[in-house]
């Protein structure tokens, strides 16, 4: 059989034998995406207090899924849902659609509200100077995904889009966490097992995200979790425990620090919640669990695991000399970053306060980031690590800094302690605890990674969002 080359329906060069298959795929998809999004919108539309769900059910479960090599899947369906509230505002006038706004709140959520705006009106305006500044019209996606969070506070703000039972709501994030985990579980099992190929690679393609961006819901979601897990209900008890188990697998499957160490220390926490003899018959799970991956999955090197307590000893003993380590790489890229970040930043007051605009910081950052891998990174390769030579690849705290300027950073800083604020107050014990714990870990993904782009990021702390929410779910078992 003689085999030809010829364009497929999304550009690249493929044999003609898998022409069919790639545009039935891409079509398929595509029509999957449409069918979601119209269903999102009448149900909204006739159920518009599944609102919130729908934002979190978005965010959490899409969270990793790319179209086209871009991450919007999520964005897509939290348009939906978006356009389902506004039709249902705007068209249904016999419903008392009333605000919360005018309900009594305390003098800190108030300041939260108007820190927030503040903050996403920064961002749309760093966003639209980084189009006029790369001269990229393609750039102006951000303005509209920063405009999305001032709708969502806006629509999730009226009283008909309130979701009232908080234990449905926690049952439901934990429903769409472990929906998450299952599918990079499935993912990954297709990929390594089925079809012979490195998750790593598979990335690649263009509709998962994963590698070191993989697992970031769970560091949100993990007290819903176990707040399920300690239900009265043993079902739900059971569903907490099977989520738990499964978001421990996968975490060492992504090899992700970031939410091994989230998972290992939040439920360190919960320990007198939970129970000693609970705890010990899931690490049992856990390590037959292991075992059974390390079968199907050889290629996970379990030695990486003392990475964790040797990066951590290394941080607090070592006072973070970089030159000191040259064999291996450990964090030592992402502390350079940050560095390279202050001292771009040092050259020029007003960009110190107002950065160079959103997107662009890859291109201002690359020469300085360029000398610092030569000089103290040898041993790396530079165009792997950093994607390209011209617009560098950077993580979340660089990004902020040179991107949007100290401003930008205090803004993002001051929002999270308004939120571990609101927190403090409407929470209480171990529950408060476990929260205040979420957000930290929340707070540290952005030096492991730029999480600009992940919806969740923002609608956790945003006044109404899913951290504020959680701390109103006082679960009973707890004192």
């Known amino acids: 059989m003689t085999l030809s080359t010829t364009v497929p329906c ?25 069918a979601v ?22 965010t959490i479960s899409a969270a990793d899924l790319m179209f086209l090599q871009y991450g919007f899947v999520d964005e897509f369906f939290v348009a939906c849902a978006i356009v389902g509230a506004m039709l249902f505002l705007m068209l249904d006038k016999s419903s008392t659609v009333t605000s919360r706004r005018k309900e009594k709140r305390k003098l800190h959520h108030e300041i939260h509200l108007l820190l927030f705006l503040a903050m996403i009106s920064y961002m749309i305006f760093q966003a639209s100077r980084g189009i006029l500044v790369l001269e990229s019209f393609q750039k102006f996606h951000w303005v509209i995904y920063y405009g999305m969070f001032g709708i969502i506070l806006f629509v999730g703000s009226k009283r008909v889009c309130t979701y009232a039972d908080g234990r449905k709501l926690v049952l439901s994030i934990t429903i769409f966490s472990l929906f998450y ?10 990929t390594e097992v089925i079809y012979g190929m490195s998750r790593w690679d598979a990335q690649l393609q263009g509709n998962w995200i994963g590698g070191s961006y993989a697992m970031f819901p769970l560091v949100v979601t993990l007290p819903a979790i176990i ?20 978001a421990f697998s996968a975490a060492v499957i992504s090899e992700s620090r970031a ?14 919640v939970i129970g000693l003899r609970k705890i010990a018959f899931s690490t049992v799970i856990v390590s037959l669990i292991l075992i059974f991956q390390l079968v199907f999955f050889g290629g996970i090197d379990f030695s990486k695991s003392t990475r964790i307590v040797e990066d951590l000893t290394q941080t607090i003993t070592s006072n973070l000399s970089v030159k000191d380590d040259i064999g291996r790489k450990k964090d030592l890229d992402r502390i350079g970053h940050l560095m390279v970040a202050f001292k771009v930043l040092h050259n020029d007051f007003s960009h110190a306060l107002f950065g160079y605009g959103l997107r662009v910081q890859g291109y201002v950052m690359a020469p300085y980031i360029i000398e610092y891998y030569h ?17 560098v690849a950077t993580f979340g705290f660089s990004a902020i800094l040179v991107g949007t300027g100290y401003i930008g950073m205090i803004l993002i800083l001051l929002n999270f302690v308004l939120t571990g604020y609101g927190i403090f107050v409407q929470s209480k014990g171990y529950h408060r605890t476990i929260l205040l714990s979420s957000l930290a870990f929340l707070l540290l993904r952005l030096f492991a990674n730029n999480h600009l782009s992940t919806m969740l990021l923002f609608v956790a702390i945003m006044p109404y969002g899913l951290l504020h929410q959680l701390s109103q779910c006082q679960p009973m078992t707890f004192k």
């Open 375 to 391: 000089e103290y990174l040898p041993h790396l390769d530079v165009i792997k690590e950093l994607g390209s030579l011209d617009d």
């Open 259 to 272: 939410t091994m160490i989230p998972l290992f220390f939040v439920s360190l926490i919960a320990l007198p």
């Open 10 to 34: 999304d550009g690249r060069i493929l044999n003609e034998t898998h022409l069919d298959r790639t545009c039935i795929m891409f079509y398929g998809y595509v029509l999957f995406l449409l």
């Open 37 to 58: 999004g119209l269903i999102i919108i009448y149900e909204i539309f006739k159920k518009p207090y599944l609102f919130w769900p729908c934002v979190f059910a978005s």
């Open 181 to 190: 985990v299952s599918q990079y579980l499935v993912i990954t099992f297709i």
């Open 227 to 246: 707040y399920v897990l300690i239900d009265k209900s043993r079902v739900r008890s059971i569903l907490g425990w099977i989520t738990l188990v499964a």
